[in-house]
């Protein structure tokens, strides 16, 4: 048995086009759109790329986007006002900081400080407590747990009832993702069991699971064996493993290898994701959705 493909690659192009339909419409009925800022300290190239791809999908989607870059230097009381700012600001709808953050700032009172009505990567307490009790309180679901939910429920796969196994309790995936997924509702529903490094034996739970998201961050973790037949894999795992020249550039580029052994899970699973093009793309195109989403509470049309 081959595994059906869930691509990430291929439900961002639909999820962003359904996107921007709708800012269409809004800017059509309402005159806004959505705005995100990005705040960037300093010139770490990976949180540059980070940014920028953040800043020129909100651009294809139509969005009003600010990409605000700060010297490495600046003091962190600049840092809060430059917040008090962007929360202030009507246009505004999302305010993202890209961390890592300089050592001489704190970085919890940072993004304590967004307004958690325009926290739309989820991560303010105030959004976990909403996402803790679920419902209609739920605003702002984080992007990587709320890119996996997504997936799960346009991939067809039944979720009410479901044993669902999370490999890993970070508090951006692992948990939240748990938490959504036991929810009543749509995509949830489901019984589920959280295993870590503290769990006896890792290998009976999963094979218990009709959908397991494994967020470890260890190469192939996640044994073929220890799959159901039928499951459903999410493999949120990201690793580098080396680096190879590309065909396209010919520049060097890392490796990547996901926390599932793919090529046999594969034959064994109902439908998986691969690594690359699986959960990655997922978490920004959640980002504009949330940033959507914000703009619609304020116009009290969510
Ligand atoms: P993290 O903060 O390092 O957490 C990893 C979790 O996995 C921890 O709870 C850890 O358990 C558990 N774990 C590690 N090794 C284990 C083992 N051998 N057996 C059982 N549990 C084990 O990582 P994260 O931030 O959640 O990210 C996990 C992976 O997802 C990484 O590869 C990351 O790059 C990737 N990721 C991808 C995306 C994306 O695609 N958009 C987004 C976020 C993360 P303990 O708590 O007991 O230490």
């Not at 702002?140 to 039944?158: D, H, K, L, S």
């Not at 990655?280 to 949330?290: A, D, E, H, S, V």
Request: with cysteine.
């Amino acid at each position: 048995m081959t595994a059906k493909l869930i691509l990430g690659t291929e439900i961002r192009e639909e999820i962003l086009e359904e996107i921007t339909r709708e800012v269409a419409e809004i800017k059509a009925k309402h005159n806004q759109v959505p705005g995100l800022v990005t705040i960037l300290v300093g010139e770490n190239p990976a949180s540059i790329s980070y940014v920028t791809l953040k800043i020129k999908t909100a651009h294809r989607v139509g969005f009003k986007e600010i990409q605000d870059t700060q010297p490495l230097d600046i003091g962190e009381a600049d840092l809060l006002a430059l917040i008090d700012k962007y929360n202030k600001d009507d246009s505004i709808h999302g305010i993202l900081v890209q961390l890592p953050l300089p050592k001489h700032i704190d970085e919890k009172k940072v993004l304590n400080a967004i307004n958690p009505d325009k926290d739309v990567d989820g991560f303010h307490p105030v959004n976990v407590g909403r996402l803790m009790i679920g419902g209609g309180e739920v605003k702002f679901p984080p992007c990587t747990p709320a890119g996996i939910q997504e997936m799960i429920v346009r991939a067809g796969v039944e979720t009410k009832g479901a044993e669902v196994v999370v490999v890993g309790r970070s508090n951006i995936v692992g948990k939240p993702i748990a938490n959504m997924m036991l929810q009543k509702g749509r995509g949830a529903n489901s019984t589920v069991t959280i295993v870590h490094t503290g769990t006896k034996d890792l290998a009976t739970h999963c094979k218990r699971a009709d959908i397991l998201i494994v967020a470890a961050g260890v190469p192939d973790l996640v044994k073929p064996e220890w799959i159901k037949p039928g499951a459903c894999v999410i493999d949120v795992g990201v690793n580098r493993v080396g680096e190879k020249v590309s065909e396209k550039t010919g520049k060097k580029v890392a490796i990547l290898k996901g926390d599932v052994d793919f090529e046999a899970a594969k034959e064994i699973a109902g439908s998986i994701t691969p690594v690359p093009g699986g959960v990655g793309p997922m978490t920004i195109t959640m980002l504009m959705k949330n940033t959507l989403k914000s703009l619609k509470f304020r116009l009290g049309i969510a």
